[in-house]
């Protein structure tokens, strides 16, 4: 089984991207999601990352793009059952990435650094007193890389435990934004896990962060269309 990780990073705004191909491959929810969509760019973006999940997910287990079985967990994290590979997906702005594995269980987060003031009282919950201690004591030129580098972190620890941060956030982390060292958390059934975080840099107005459970593997990065 391949331990690798394979992500697909897609660029939503790119203007060959065929929207009306991607409409197609959708099922009539998605396709209902995507009309509640007000804004047109919204709802393009939508339509072609589903669209591009559907085909990134077939390549991986040959099954039909209209065919895969979803499914999802008691905290909505979406999976295919009975199919051994797990993946997740972020996106923010124009950019999305799809983050797939054979091995374990894997979270992914992207965040557009929007430059504006940062609320610092955001993190508070997420991070342990001395982490967030930390981060207060940042100087200005580094608190916005230490903001969301913090934020990446904690929503891929998240999303790869299966639990969001809404329905039953992950306990408060600490250590350094940028740090790669291991931590143990409960997965979505509660039971202990390994998992180990990874920054990534893929694009120069996003911050991403990779975590995967068990061990760190090799993390193969690839552009979709």
Known sequence: MDPA????????DSPTQDCARAWSL??????????????ETDRRRFILRRAALREILA?????PPNALPFTHNPFERPFLAGVELDFNTSHS?????????????????????????IDP??????????AYAAFLQDPPARREHS???WWTRVEAFAKARGTGIVMQAPPPLDGHPDDTRSRVLPDDH????????????????HAATLVVSDTPRPVSIKQWG
């Open 5 to 12: 990780v394979t992500l697909w990073v897609l660029d939503l």
């Open 26 to 39: 959708l099922d009539a929810g998605e396709q209902a999601r995507a009309q509640r969509f007000m804004r």
């Open 59 to 63: 390549q991986h287990t040959g099954l």
């Open 93 to 117: 702005d124009g950019l999305a990435v799809i983050a797939i594995t054979r091995s374990g269980r894997v979270g992914i987060d992207v965040e557009r650094r929007l430059h504006d003031a």
């Open 121 to 130: 009282a955001i993190l508070q919950p997420h991070l342990s007193p001395a």
């Open 147 to 149: 903001f969301y580098a």
């Open 190 to 205: 509660g039971h202990p896990q390994t998992w180990h975080p990874t920054p990534l840099t893929l694009s120069p107005r």
